[in-house]
């Protein structure tokens, strides 16, 4: 139970520290990138380290929407102003770390619309069919060494790189599944073949993905695949080859998720209940902190076990409700009653419990 006197140096300290925070990407390996250059030549050429910028824009806005090149010359004439640090990697070329919050800001100013670090992970199935008839599912590289039941080299790397490499120019985290014996009791081959997406679902849970990106791909028809994104409610359906279906998967993506200072923020009450200590208040507010959907944020309410909140956050309330959901700290509390006079609907509120 929270006393009263508790209470008092809650608030006093959090508004201190300055409770109503303004949440801008904290994912440092989004602000990184990778360039095929020379360190000497970054230092001094001012069209690389531009380039270096325009790679960032990419991954913090949508290309259908925003010219990258064109806003890296009219906003960012400076380029090494936003180059924190550099370093060689191990295949020859050199990352480079940003000022992610000083572009985003000055992007955000300038009037682009950014998605940020709202990125939830995306599993993916492919259901491989080679020309000779062979069937595989495209496993990790952790499930081919570990559970794959070949023990030859793994024919399907190339593909599974290829996508990596594109979601990682994107900004986005995918994942194959290891299909180790409990996935392999869930779901098989013939499964993703006929887009079973239940028990696609089932096997992303264990690795906390929300959404499913799946094909049923012939090896000698690699620049026409049918996919299906299984992206929260919505099943999209479209035809690209692999780089051009991860790119299409990013645009819907940032078109959900992106935020800009133009679009009024909404309002939510955000409920907590199972609150029995000072400690459990500060793992609620470092998740509040997390989520740059969350704009901003003040205790309206507390009692002897919960607490209520408000929220102004940006986007989606589903797309709000499935970041809550991804959070390991809390889960849906569906026998707490809120009834405060100020609220018209349902819909006005959420309501979670802290998990210990």
Known sequence: MISKKSISL??????????????????????????????????????????????????????????????????????AKYIKQFRPTDNGNVLVS?????????????????????????????AIESAMGEREIVVSNYGHRVFSYSTGIDKNQS????????????????????????????INYSDIWAGFIDRMLEVSERYNASNVLTAKVRKDELSDIEWIFF????????????NDAIHYVANEMAERYEYSGRIPLKNIVLNITKIDSIDDLAVIDLMLKSSSMISDYSINKVSEDNVSYSLKYNGLKEDLESTLNQNKSIEIDNDFVYSEMYIKNPSDYLNYKLLK
């Open 10 to 79: 809650l608030i006093a300290s959090l508004f201190f520290l300055g409770f109503h925070f303004f949440s801008l990407a904290q994912q440092s390996d989004l602000f990184e990138i990778e360039i095929d250059a020379d360190m000497r030549d970054l230092r001094t050429n001012t069209r690389i380290q531009k380039q270096v910028i325009e790679k960032l824009i990419v991954r913090l806005t949508n290309p259908e929407k925003s010219d990258a090149k064109k806003i890296t010359e009219q906003f960012f004439p400076e380029p």
């Open 98 to 126: 940003l000022d992610g919050d000083s572009i985003q800001e000055l992007l955000i100013e300038s009037g682009e619309s950014l998605w940020r670090i709202d990125r939830p992970k995306i599993m993916i199935f492919l």
């Open 159 to 186: 593909i599974r790189d290829q996508i990596k490499s594109v979601a990682k120019e994107r900004g986005i985290s995918v994942v194959f599944p290891d299909m180790n014996e409990d996935e392999r009791e869930i």
């Open 231 to 242: 992206f929260g409610r919505e099943a999209i359906s479209f035809s690209a080859d692999l």
